[in-house]
């Protein structure tokens, strides 16, 4: 009988084109779907004629997996990923390996592998990014858990995984437990800023300059040539394009009331419980939020409608403050990046995970949303500067922000006065104000908590860790 060299569980659109993906590169597949019809669908039209095997149960699954078995799910996250592993267990034999190829929260991770590795399996829970054109042709994919069981699944991983200019797949273990889930987390707050960045700077032009969507095309063409080449600019100037068969720009016709899937969410919360500052990200989540909430707005604006804003951000300089959104853009990038990389550094400290940041940058390089030409400058600052703390700190970044900081603040004030809300630019630039401040007004907190809670404080002419109390009153 014909055996297969992984199984997969679950043909949804990004398990089917995974699937799809490996039997391309001439693995054998089995497959399973609850919704047994998907199964037929499947074997019999896009993997017609390919080495595939349609199960119709997972045990049927199990039976055609050749040893050590290797079981992929691309299933909902949460409780469906326990319900199916309960499934599996019964079925499996020790060193047998289960892979959750969906977008998990880390801490669920390292429940799962620690529960599984007790009982003689191994686990590996893997962030996979590029959507369902990266699933078919090539994602960005971030493994971890049991290293144990990384040499079984390398050479299916790596050889599905997209390739960068110099050949290397985008696929490297990352660590132990959660690490993978993790660095796909703090992938997807980068995300979220990035995207937040792009869409505050079309905003400027499309309100602030009252540019065509062909000139914002053309503009965001132009910056792809630029330091800010990237995946997300590049089909932001796509979307710009794009009219429906009356002519009109789709863009103009999208409710503009963003959605989401949590992934952002995570990073948020988990920045609070590592205590990692993470401003533009976090302000990059909550503006989702804002913008759902857009009866409220559309209330408010008309109860506002003569508080004198005009949104218009410059009159006869509209190239002088296109090149200033340009250069805000990058230096707000380098801040996203900068805060996720953070929170990487202070996970791999609480769960001592040795995490590789340069080759963080060399996974994302191709394959994944967030991929950009400046993840070879992130590489750079990482392999050259040995224990660096913060990506502002690198010395391949400060002459970049040094030089784009008078546009960065120039737009941002022009953006407070026009009245265009600009969140993760502002917040960015708050967070670099802060960050290279050596006497901030915190203080003046620490005095206000110890009068009113006796919480105690340090002082600038004593050693860190020693706190002395005011009896404020007296």
Not at 137 to 164: C, D, R, T, Y
Not at 258 to 286: C, H, M, R, Y
Not at 342 to 370: F, H, K, S, T, V
Request: charged content about 20%.
């Amino acid at each position: 009988m014909k055996q297969a060299q992984i199984g997969l569980i679950g043909l949804a659109v990004m398990g089917e084109n995974l699937a799809m993906n490996m039997l391309s590169k001439g693995f054998t597949v089995a497959v399973y779907n609850r919704t047994q019809a998907k199964v037929s669908e499947f074997v019999s039209g896009r993997a017609r004629q390919m080495n595939v095997i349609g199960c119709y149960s997972v045990a049927e699954l199990v039976r055609s997996l050749a040893k050590p078995r290797l079981v992929m799910m691309m299933i909902k996250a949460g409780q469906p990923v326990d319900d199916m592993i309960d499934e599996l267990i019964p079925l499996l034999d020790p060193g047998d390996i289960i892979i959750d190829g969906g977008n998990a929260h880390f801490m669920d991770t390292r429940r799962r592998v620690k529960l599984l590795e007790n009982q003689g399996f191994y686990f590996i829970g893997t962030g996979i990014s590029g959507g369902e054109e990266g699933a078919l042709k090539g994602p960005s994919i971030m493994p971890g858990g049991s290293h144990e069981a990384w040499p079984a699944v390398k050479p299916i991983f790596q050889s599905i995984a997209a390739k960068a200019s110099d050949g290397a797949p985008c696929c490297e273990w990352i660590g132990p437990d959660g690490a993978g889930h993790f660095v796909k987390m703090v992938h997807n707050g980068i995300e979220y800023g990035d995207m937040q960045i792009i869409s505050e700077a079309y905003h400027l032009m499309r309100d602030g300059l009252s540019l065509s969507a062909e000139e914002m095309q053309d503009i965001f063409r132009r910056w792809n040539e630029t330091e800010l080449n990237s995946y997300l600019i590049e089909i932001t100037a796509a979307i710009l394009g794009v009219r429906n068969a009356e002519g009109s720009l789709v863009l103009d016709t999208i409710l503009d009331a963003a959605g989401q899937k949590g992934t952002g969410q995570w990073t948020s919360q988990t920045a609070l419980d590592l205590g990692v500052p993470l401003d533009l990200i976090n302000e990059a989540v909550f503006t989702r939020y804002l913008s759902a909430l857009k009866e409220e707005r559309v209330a408010a604006a008309a109860i506002y409608n003569d508080a004198g804003i005009d949104r218009k951000l410059a009159d006869g300089q509209t190239e002088i403050v296109v090149e200033s959104i340009r250069q805000a853009v990058y230096a707000a990038k380098i801040v996203s990046y900068a805060q996720g990389y953070a929170l990487m550094q202070a996970a791999a400290r609480l769960y001592n995970w040795p995490l590789d940041y340069a080759g963080i940058a060399m996974i994302w390089r191709e394959g994944c949303i967030i991929r950009s030409v400046l993840l070879e400058k992130i590489r750079q600052a990482f392999t050259e500067q040995e224990g660096l703390k913060n990506l502002l700190t690198a010395t391949v970044f400060h002459n970049m922000i040094a030089s784009s900081l008078p546009a960065w603040r120039e737009v941002v004030s022009r953006a407070v006065e026009a009245g265009i809300p600009v969140p993760a630019l502002s917040a960015g630039l708050n967070y670099f104000h802060g960050y290279i401040s050596d006497n901030l007004p915190a203080n003046l907190i620490q005095a206000q908590r110890d009068f009113f809670g006796a919480h105690t404080y340090e002082r600038i002419d004593a050693p860190r860790g020693q706190f002395f109390h005011t009896e404020w009153n007296d």
